[in-house]
């Protein structure tokens, strides 16, 4: 085969698509990738409620955080204390302990995972803000 012949039918091909003036009218796509499409204000509010509200839900879940992780410990100690024939008053010292305890273990996990969705909301802002401003240059 020849490599000129076989380029060169390639590179006419791309010339001629390159070449093709554009339409009176048609706006200059920014490099958008295939399906991407410009967003409008009506549908950019509509997507910030709606995160809004995903993030309102996310947050009422975590408020539960710290009451599982301490009940699902209450459950586990008190069980063993019971198979390994604790006396009563122990066992309630030692529970009211562990409650209190894994309460703030709980609660530290639920400011941890606040903490990691607003970093994650900041840095996604910040993508945001960089694609806005490209195609204003």
Known sequence: ???????????DVDLN???????E????????????ELETAAE??????????ERQE?????RLIPAFVTLLAAAIVSI???????????????????????????????IMLDRFEIQIHEAQLEEGEVIEKEPSE
């Open 1 to 11: 085969m020849d490599w000129e012949k076989t380029n060169g039918e390639q590179t």
């Open 80 to 110: 063993t204390m019971r198979i390994l024939h604790y006396k009563l008053q122990t066992m309630l010292i030692v529970l009211v302990c562990v409650l209190v305890g894994f309460y703030f273990v709980g609660r530290i996990l639920q």
């Open 44 to 53: 950019r509010e509509a997507r910030e409620k709606r995160e809004e509200a």
């Open 25 to 36: 009218g048609e706006v200059a796509e920014f490099d958008l990738e295939p399906g991407e």
């Open 58 to 62: 996310k947050e009422k879940k975590r």
């Open 17 to 23: 698509a390159k070449q093709q003036p554009e339409a």
